[in-house]
Nanobody, 120 residues
Framework: QVQLVESGGGLVQPGGSLRLSCAASGASGYIFSIAIATMGWYRQAPGKQRDLVATITSGGSTNYADSVKGRFTISRDNAKNTVYLQMNSLIPEDTAVYYC?????????WGKGTLVTVSS
């Protein structure tokens, strides 16, 4: 079992920045590391489906949705079991609940999400 806890969401004005964090942990008593997994950020706006924002593989390769390329950066700190999403030049269309994802083989886990609202 993997637990993912997102943080860093909030209200920001257009053009502003936010940094999301996702802290991962495993079952008590077990050695756990995100190093083996592909980690990702997804988002879901009201009334819409959940969409990919960015992923980062165990080797550090990254993939971004076209809508966030050049504005968002995903990174990982395996020693801290934490994944980050640096979001710059935010626009109202970025408003959504942002979810962290852990994927390794058939194992696929989600956090509960953190709300990002971009509004003046």
């Amino acid at each position: 079992q993997v637990q993912l806890v997102e943080s860093g969401g909030g209200l920001v004005q257009p053009g502003g920045s936010l940094r999301l964090s996702c802290a991962a942990s495993g079952a008590s008593g077990y050695i756990f590391s995100i190093a083996i997994a592909t980690m990702g950020w997804y988002r879901q706006a009201p009334g819409k489906q959940r969409d990919l924002v960015a992923t980062i593989t165990s080797g550090g390769s990254t993939n971004y949705a076209d809508s966030v390329k050049g504005r968002f950066t995903i990174s990982r700190d395996n020693a801290k079991n934490t994944v980050y999403l640096q979001m710059n030049s935010l626009i109202p269309e970025d408003t959504a609940v942002y979810y962290c994802n852990f994927k390794y083989g058939v194992n696929n886990y989600w956090g509960k999400g953190t709300l990002v609202t971009v509004s003046s």
